[in-house]
């Protein structure tokens, strides 16, 4: 069965100190993994899409990576406004075209000043 | 771009009751989706259409719940009747899925709460 898991389940960082979040994954065929981002009360925001193993994106100061079981969001010298819950979710490649996204339950960053 | 759009934004109802939620996609985007979250199960795929075709609606829970999605532009999903277990937020989500880009775009939600 395709699965995502994110750990840890909730952060809590001092601003400034830098940190990783994981998602690792089960799935039959990757055709991609994607993060996103969610603010309370909003809808997810995307972020990264990831393809290929050794593949690495940047966007300020997030850098997603990705391994053949696992990505990483590294977060460096994070902010307050960094705060959200972040969800990981993979596109299984069931030997055809598939758009659907299968999500893990998140991690909830809080960011302290 | 407004980006998807989604109505209402909050609907309160009692127990029996019909709601159908709304959403317009990003337009130019080929595929819709409905997904429900809540704190137990996070993010759910409810059901998905290309070029307003079902493709897969092997996440809708049961038979009191149904969407459509009769043009490019306009898509419902509707719950009869509803139940205290339907409370949740649920989202809209649309993409252009062409090549290799597949990235889904979210609209801000209906949080939904039955009585």
């Known amino acids: 069965e395709d699965q995502v898991t994110q750990s840890p389940e909730a952060l809590r960082l001092q601003e400034g100190e830098s940190s990783s979040l994981n998602c690792s994954y089960t799935?039959?065929?990757?055709?991609?993994l994607f993060w996103y981002r969610q603010d309370p009360g909003k809808g997810p925001e995307f972020l990264f899409t990831l393809y290929s193993a050794g593949e690495e994106k940047e966007k300020e100061r997030l850098k997603a990576t990705l391994t053949k079981k696992e990505s990483f969001l590294h977060i460096t010298a994070p902010k307050p406004e960094d705060s959200a819950t972040y969800l990981c979710?993979?596109?299984?490649?069931?030997?055809?075209?598939?758009?659907?996204?299968?999500f893990g339950t998140g991690t909830l960053l809080a960011v302290q000043p | 771009d407004a980006g998807v759009i989604q109505s209402p934004r909050h609907e309160v109802t009692e127990m029996g009751q019909e709601v159908t939620l709304r959403c317009k996609p990003i337009?130019?985007?080929?595929?819709l989706f409905w997904y429900r979250q809540t704190m137990m199960r996070g993010l759910e795929l409810l059901i998905y259409f290309n070029n307003n075709v079902p493709i897969d609606d092997s996440g809708m829970p049961e038979d009191r719940f149904s969407a459509k999605m009769p043009n490019a532009s306009f898509s419902t999903l509707k719950i009869q009747p509803s139940e205290p277990r339907d409370s949740a937020v649920y989202f809209c989500a649309s993409s252009l899925a062409s090549g290799a880009n597949y990235e889904q775009y979210f609209g801000p939600g209906t949080r939904l709460t039955v009585t």
């Open positions: 799935v039959s065929g990757l055709r991609g």
């Open positions: 337009s130019g985007h080929n595929s």
């Open positions: 979710a993979v596109q299984p490649s069931y030997g055809g075209a598939t758009n659907k996204l299968i």
